[in-house]
């Protein structure tokens, strides 16, 4: 299967897709998917606790969720971290993540549910419908 590691796939909002990561302090912060590829993601959200999260981070033990298509944990690499300001609701932080050491086994599964994404969001009500698949370590 070809690696397309630089191919994002918007997540829309009905998909649920998140994630979820301790801080150091032990506290969850949960951030939604904007896109995602094989290679990386871009997560956004507004809890106050990201400002704990720097650029150039590694953050182990990663749990991520795109709705019906895929759940699995991995390491992450924070590229760099953005604060914007959107008009009546406040600051909302995107960090642009690289996946650090996906086994091929969990490439391939996620390659796969990107590209079930990418076709129910094309062609609604056509594309196959989605599996949990629920990857370990």
């Known amino acids: 299967m070809q690696r397309r590691s630089f191919y994002r796939v918007n997540v829309p909002h009905s998909t649920a897709g998140f994630c979820a990561l301790i801080v150091h302090n032990g506290k969850r912060i949960n951030l939604a998917i904007q896109n995602i590829s094989v290679g990386g993601v871009c997560l956004y959200g507004?809890?106050?606790?990201?400002?704990?999260?720097?650029?150039?981070?590694?953050?182990?033990?990663?749990?991520?969720?795109?709705?019906?298509?895929l759940r699995?944990?991995?390491?992450?690499?924070?590229?760099?971290?953005?604060?914007?300001?959107?008009?009546g609701k406040g600051e909302v932080t995107n960090l642009?993540?690289?996946?650090?050491?996906?086994?091929?086994?969990?490439?391939?599964?996620?390659?796969?549910?990107?590209?079930?994404?990418?076709?129910?969001?094309?062609?609604?009500?056509?594309?196959?419908?989605?599996?949990v698949v629920i990857l370990k370590r």
């Open 46 to 69: 507004r809890d106050p606790l990201i400002a704990a999260l720097q650029r150039h981070q590694t953050v182990r033990q990663v749990s991520f969720s795109l709705g019906d298509y």
């Open 72 to 87: 699995f944990e991995t390491d992450i690499f924070i590229i760099d971290k953005t604060v914007r300001l959107e008009q």
């Open 96 to 131: 642009h993540i690289r996946f650090e050491n996906l086994p091929p086994r969990q490439e391939v599964a996620l390659q796969r549910s990107i590209y079930q994404l990418e076709m129910s969001v094309r062609y609604p009500g056509v594309a196959e419908k989605p599996r």
